[in-house]
């Protein structure tokens, strides 16, 4: 990249200039962005930069709150972003809940992007000074009276869709209505750095979960993805695994509060097979909150894949797809009073009546360490006809409240480390 940029500047030297009133343009191409200030709205200022400077060029964003009002996607192809300061979505959350007002590029679920960045070979450097701020508040306190439904258009704060090789450094999200971060479709994507926060801050809410799907991370058919250095605090999951993940690492993580290291939903589209394949969870802390900031820790690892008969439609509903989750190791995890250590779900959504269609096998769970709140320590409920096997526990230390720990297993074989009950 660095030598097409260098050739490019060459290229362009002299003979380039950018007609967009905000921007400086500078050797080659640099757009550089100040916040208008209060009460105006950046989003104009923030399209034209990228228009200008987002192939082949450098835009940097000085420190400082730039006030978004409208959807927004940033197409980049061999560039550099450098966020300084923060995007800030206006918090009109009628505006943002109609679905012509966001992006659908998400299709699992139906999901609704206010930010997408989609392109290649690109950085988006945030200086561990900008990134996003969701202004979530309103939106949890909105939702306690509204039913929270997959699919009913809080948007994903920070989307990536159909990116190759790009880059995100030192990123901030603060305050997320609904998942701080989605990379779809997308292939060679590294996240070094990343600080999401969803903590309700309303006394009125004090103690209780009003921060519900508040995600750290989706991933969806992507290949390539690589997270480090992360640290979420949220009400859900701190990263969930969804059908077609392949090859993703995440390394240096802690996960406050919430549900975990999620694999899930996957099976929900009975029309669809969803494979997850090649996951490596390494060095994480799942850490239980003070319950009046956040009461939720549900799980340390966690796996949730669709019972076997249709039960409604996505995107609140479904079952029945086929799938399969293979190889995934889970190594130096210390997991702090959560409620199970690890957990599979596998008919999720019905009875097992007909069992789930999604296979689970081939997981290492090593240097799994710290404590669980109720004394079943880990429960794998998998489905009668598939399954869940060839699951390996090296070096399992996870202790219960009472020295009185339980470990289910329903139709599970090639369980090494748990005791002769899994097999
Ligand atoms: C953002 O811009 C809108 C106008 O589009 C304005 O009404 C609002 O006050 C601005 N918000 C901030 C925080 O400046
Ligand atoms: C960017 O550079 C590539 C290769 O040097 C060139 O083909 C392309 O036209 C350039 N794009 C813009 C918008 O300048
Ligand atoms: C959603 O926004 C579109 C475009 O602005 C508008 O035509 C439509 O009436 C809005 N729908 C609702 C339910 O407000
Ligand atoms: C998250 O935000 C809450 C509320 O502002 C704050 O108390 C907490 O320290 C933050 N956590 C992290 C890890 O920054
Ligand atoms: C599967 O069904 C969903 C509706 O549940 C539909 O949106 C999607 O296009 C279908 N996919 C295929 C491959 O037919
Ligand atoms: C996953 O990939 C397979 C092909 O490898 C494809 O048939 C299937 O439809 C994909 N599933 C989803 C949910 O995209
Ligand atoms: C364990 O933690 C959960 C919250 O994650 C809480 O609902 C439950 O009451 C706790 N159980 C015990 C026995 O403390
Ligand atoms: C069991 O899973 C491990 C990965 O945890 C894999 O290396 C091994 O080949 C699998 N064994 C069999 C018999 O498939
Ligand atoms: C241990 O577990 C058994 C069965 O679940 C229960 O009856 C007993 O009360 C538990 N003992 C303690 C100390 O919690």
Same mark, same amino acid.
Request: glycine share 24%; no cysteine; hydrophobic share 40%.
């Given at each position: 990249m660095a030598m097409a940029f260098s050739k490019l500047i060459a290229l362009v030297l002299g003979v380039f200039f950018v007609a967009v009133p905000q921007c400086t343009t500078a050797k080659g191409r640099t757009c550089t962005l100040y916040p208008l200030g209060p009460g105006m709205d950046d989003t104009d200022q923030v399209e034209a930069a990228i228009a200008a400077c987002g192939h082949n060029g450098t835009t940097i964003f000085e420190e400082g709150s730039y006030n978004i009002t409208r959807k927004m996607m940033w197409d980049l192809d061999t560039a550099r972003v450098d966020l300084k300061g923060v995007l800030s979505f206006q918090p009109d959350i009628q505006h943002w809940l109609n679905s012509s007002n966001t992006f659908q590029v998400v299709f699992i679920q139906s999901q609704s992007s206010w930010f997408v960045v989609t392109g290649k070979d690109f950085i988006i450097d945030a200086h561990n000074t900008g990134g996003i701020d969701g202004n979530g508040q309103p939106w949890w306190n909105f939702f306690t009276t509204v039913p929270r439904r997959d699919g009913n258009g809080r948007p994903i704060s920070f989307t990536l869709w159909r990116v190759t090789r790009g880059v995100i450094r030192h990123f901030t999200i603060l305050s997320p209505p609904f998942w701080a971060n989605t990379v779809a479709e997308s292939t060679d994507v590294v996240y070094n750095g990343m600080l999401v926060n969803a903590t309700n801050t309303d006394p009125a809410f004090a103690g209780q979960n009003i921060v519900w799907n508040t995600d750290g991370i989706d991933t969806y058919r992507s290949d390539k993805i690589t997270m480090l250095n992360w640290d979420v605090t949220c009400g859900d999951d701190c990263i969930a695994i969804k059908g077609n993940s392949s090859n993703i690492i995440a390394r240096n993580f802690v996960c406050r509060g919430g549900e975990g290291i999620a694999f899930g939903s996957v099976g929900q589209y009975a029309n669809m097979t969803d494979f997850v394949s090649n996951v490596l969870v390494e060095n994480v802390k799942v850490l239980r909150l003070s319950p009046e900031q956040q009461p939720n820790m549900e799980h340390g690892i966690y796996f949730k894949t669709w019972d *076997?008969?249709?039960? *409604?439609? =996505? =995107?609140t509903g479904g079952g029945g797809g086929p799938g399969l989750v293979k190889g995934a190791v889970f190594r130096n995890v210390q997991i702090d009073s959560v409620e199970t250590a690890v957990q599979i779900v596998q008919n999720f959504g019905g009875g097992g009546a007909v069992p789930s269609k999604v296979k689970l096998e081939d997981m290492r769970f090593e240097n799994i360490y710290g404590t669980t709140n109720t004394s079943t320590i880990v429960k794998l409920e998998c489905g009668t006809t598939l399954g869940c096997s060839n699951l390996s526990f090296v070096n399992f230390d996870v202790n219960g409240p009472d020295g009185n720990d339980t470990i289910v297993c329903d139709n599970t074989w090639d369980v090494v480390g748990l005791g002769a009950s899994c097999n």
């Open positions: *076997g008969a249709v039960n *409604g439609m =996505p =995107p």
